[in-house]
């Protein structure tokens, strides 16, 4: 199965996560990263588990999953082992037209979450549908490796000079031609706008 990648907004998103123990955990910390409307549902809570809950100030519950918990939510990630509680959630999705995703179940899932490499604005997604996770895993730290140490504050020079300079193929061109030198290791300060490109 292929799926297609994308970069979801979710600062309007209401999310759902459904587990307390190592596997939740390991999802929760890749939800902080972008957002921290997350509500838990589960029985128990490891101590892992708990100090994301507490030191992000997200909202929990202590219980099991009961009919009609995923209500008023826009994503529902599944975090526990049965199979029965995939399917039931799953199911109650579907009515409610809400985005799911269940551990190690690709029948129960909408999306998949991909490894990924995030440095400040920057974030490299990697998937292999689902086929292959070591394959995603180990090349996910290839990426890291290679990454340039100073990459965030190149950025934020680009992103500045995005702002400064008008729209058009003017911009386009000296945007592109500085990061083709940063990645080749050359001197990308030496390339400067004109005065006729009007800094504001």
């Known amino acids: 199965m292929n799926y297609l990648p994308a970069f979801l907004k979710l600062d309007q998103s209401k999310i759902l996560l459904v587990g307390g123990g190592a596997i939740a955990t390991e999802k ?10 997350i509500e838990v549902i589960a029985a128990h809570y ?19 999953y009961e009919e009609g918990d995923v209500r008023g939510f826009d994503i529902v990630i599944i975090a526990v082992n ?36 995030k440095e400040g604005d920057l974030t490299v997604a990697i998937s ?5 996770p070591a394959i995603a895993k180990y090349l996910k730290l290839y990426i890291q490796k290679i990454l ?14 995005r702002q400064e ?27 400067q706008p004109k005065e006729e490109d009007n800094i504001n």
Do not use: W
Not at 52 to 58: E, K, S, V
Not at 148 to 161: D, G, R, T, V
Not at 176 to 186: D, I, L, R
């Open 28 to 37: 929760i910390e890749k939800l902080l990263d972008f957002t921290t409307d």
């Open 148 to 161: 340039p140490a100073n990459l965030q504050n190149f950025m934020e020079e680009m992103k500045k000079l």
């Open 165 to 191: 300079l008008p729209k058009g193929e003017a911009r386009m061109k000296l945007l592109s031609q500085k990061a083709k030198a940063f990645f080749e290791g050359k001197d990308y300060t030496a390339i």
């Open 82 to 117: 049965s199979l029965e509680v995939q399917e039931q959630i799953y199911k109650e999705t579907r009515q409610m037209r809400t985005l799911c995703n269940a551990v190690d179940s690709v029948a129960y899932c909408d999306f998949i979450f991909p490894s990924y490499v």
């Open 128 to 132: 292999t549908s689902g086929t292959a």
């Open 46 to 64: 490891s101590e892992e588990m708990l100090s994301h809950i507490i030191d992000h100030n997200l909202s929990y519950k202590t219980k099991k």
